[in-house]
């Protein structure tokens, strides 16, 4: 019989799993207990015991397995120095790091494309395209493309190879492949118009100022359709604005975005226009979920409150990754992970992880 409602209900009693007896075999089937299983012939805390170590040594792998080599530091040292006898593993920086590198070099489908922009120049934007471009080339088995889509003369090649490497000959231009692209039918072909900086494939941009801003959506949905059929991962320069002639066409093939920023109020500023203008003009997902990365470029003031930039531009994006000052970025050289600070390097590498993250 049910109890009345009326009636106090009798609070039930949790056994911890440390006083529960475990079943005989006899009793999980239902059958009543053998007389070997009866009770009182072993105690129950000793049979609770046993009935512990047996399941623990049921799920005990048969090779232990050992932790991972360390990469570097005093863990490292003593890995060496005692032939591999002392190791106390990776370090959580380590460790940190190699999750980075299982999300960069994440197997894609298909191809995917991430476009880099801003409202002001000299902001970050192309030393974040290599950068993030050389994180990926590094980490993923695939080869990654850049492509300098910038109206204004773009400088990515130089960025990515260096000055010296093209001042013998002037690299094919995006306009110079356009102008061909019906021929192109094989990587191999188009490889002929991309130079090549380590892993990492690019193509240059247009350097006649009569000729640079004439790219138009269509001629660049050409471009990328052929593009898409051979790199899993394309990053896009798109020069500064979001309103010349091929942008329409960038966003609307664009996975997602990276947004450049930087620590002076302009920078910051017009970054949240960036983000506003893409939301009110059907990008509203492209902003939702961009990454915005702040250069620490310019030495300003200590007036300017960095962690209040920060905290603005967080609330508006999917991902904030703050790239510190680096000589090696700022000098306006080539862009060599070799020569990046740690945290520089580490911070390029958050960066394409997000990407890659965000590619469905």
Not at 89 to 115: D, N, V
Not at 275 to 301: C, F, M, P, Q
Request: proline share 6%.
């Amino acid at each position: 019989m049910s109890p009345s409602p009326d009636e106090p209900q009798r609070p039930v009693e949790l056994m911890r799993p440390a006083e529960a007896t475990p079943l005989t075999q006899n009793q999980r089937r239902g059958d009543a207990p053998s007389p070997a299983e009866q009770p009182g012939d072993e105690p129950r805390e000793l049979r609770t015991r046993a009935e512990r170590r047996r399941l623990a040594d049921a799920g005990r792998p048969f090779i232990s397995v050992a932790p991972e080599r360390p990469q570097g530091g005093l863990r490292r040292f003593l890995y060496t120095a005692t032939g591999g006898v002392i190791n106390i593993g990776p370090s959580q920086k380590e460790l940190q790091e190699q999750e980075l590198i299982e999300r960069i070099s994440r197997p894609l489908q298909g191809s995917h494309t991430t476009a880099v922009l801003s409202l002001k120049g000299g902001i970050g934007k192309t030393s974040t395209t290599v950068g993030i471009g050389m994180a990926l080339a590094q980490h993923r088995g695939d080869i990654p493309c850049a492509i300098d889509a910038n109206p204004d003369s773009g400088d990515l090649v130089e960025r990515a190879l260096g000055e010296r490497a093209i001042q013998a000959h002037q690299p094919p231009s995006i306009t110079d492949l356009l102008k061909q692209l019906g021929q192109v039918d094989s990587l191999t072909a188009l490889q002929g118009y991309l130079q090549q900086a380590g892993r990492l494939h690019v193509l240059a941009g247009e350097q006649d100022p009569a000729l640079s801003d004439s790219l138009t959506a269509e001629e660049w949905r050409r471009i990328h359709a052929e593009f898409a059929k051979y790199y899993s991962v394309i990053v896009t320069d798109c020069g500064t604005g979001v309103t010349h002639n091929a942008m329409k066409g960038i966003l609307h093939t664009a996975d997602n975005i990276v947004i450049a920023a930087g620590f002076a109020v302009s920078g910051a500023q017009r970054a949240l226009q960036t983000l506003n203008w893409l939301a009110n003009h059907g990008y509203e997902r492209l902003a939702r979920e961009s990454i915005v990365v702040i250069t620490d470029k310019e030495r300003v003031s200590d007036r300017v409150d960095k962690q209040a930039i920060q905290e603005s531009l967080r609330g508006y994006c999917g991902k904030l990754v703050v790239v510190p000052f680096d000589r090696a970025v700022v000098d306006g050289d080539r862009i060599n992970l070799d020569m990046l600070q740690e945290e520089t390097r580490r911070a390029y590498m958050n960066i394409a992880a997000a990407m890659v993250d965000g590619y469905k």
